[in-house]
């Protein structure tokens, strides 16, 4: 089937709007993970989702960082308030049991 | 929390010649460890993994090992050809915060691996 999806591919916003970045896991993926990737760095993790159980929010940065995931399945990683630090590629990910398979990633532009 | 230290940073080689890359891990309940390929300008992509239950694992040219008590493992490339080069992280699945289940991945640094023709 169809792997992750994210929209939008690109999103440039102004300091302080807020954004919406959307994630579809895998039809049948459990588990599904935001990380965040700065320009020739590593994986920033996020936030987790496990089916119904609550969520790790161990990763989000500030309180300007909130993701829901509805119905088990499509989530959305809002930032309110953006900041130029903010500005990086949004990557999510999707598994079942094992390994997990990412999406092409949103790239966000903070000016 | 789990903790993953990965090297080198970056590791140049000949087309040809083996390159393998370390990563260690803090958490001794850790189970499962991937391996990942990233190109530029891409996602991650899932190249090998290995559970806890197995030392080592082969894909054609490329392998994984895990000492589970030294809490190591390391990603072994054979014949290294130039569309090889990439970044490479690995990653350790540790239990969440309440020790109740496995899912959440710690990554490593990434090694930028380049392969000269």
């Not at chain 2, 080198?8 to 958490?27: F, H, M, N, R, W």
């Not at chain 2, 894909?59 to 080069?85: G, M």
Request: glycine content about 10%; charged content about 20%; some cysteine.
């Amino acid at each position: 089937g169809a792997g992750v999806s994210q929209s939008p591919s690109n999103k440039v916003t102004e300091k302080g709007k807020d954004v919406e970045l959307r994630c579809d896991p895998i039809s049948g993926h459990t588990a599904l993970y935001w990380y965040r990737q700065s320009l020739g760095q590593g994986l920033e993790f996020l936030i987790y989702f496990q089916g119904n159980s609550a969520p790790d929010k161990s990763g989000l940065p500030s309180d300007r960082f909130s993701a829901e995931r509805t119905g088990g399945s499509v989530s959305t990683l809002t930032i309110q308030r953006t900041q130029q630090e903010d500005s990086a590629v949004y990557l999510c990910a999707s598994s079942f049991s094992g390994g997990q398979f990412f999406g092409p990633g949103t790239r966000l532009t903070v000016l | 929390g789990e903790n993953v230290e990965q090297h080198p940073s970056t590791l140049s080689v000949q087309e040809g010649d083996s390159a393998v890359i370390k990563c260690t891990y803090s958490d001794s309940a850790s189970n499962y460890f991937p391996w990942y390929k990233q190109e530029l300008g891409k996602r991650p992509q899932l190249i090998i993994d290995i559970r806890s239950n197995v030392g080592e694992k082969k894909d054609q040219r490329i392998a994984v090992t895990l000492n589970k008590t030294a809490k190591h493992f390391s990603l072994h490339i054979t014949e290294t050809q130039p569309e090889d080069s990439a970044v490479y992280f690995c990653a350790a699945r540790s239990l969440n915060a309440g020790g109740t289940s496995y899912g959440k991945l710690t990554f490593g640094q990434g090694t930028i691996l380049t392969v000269h023709p």
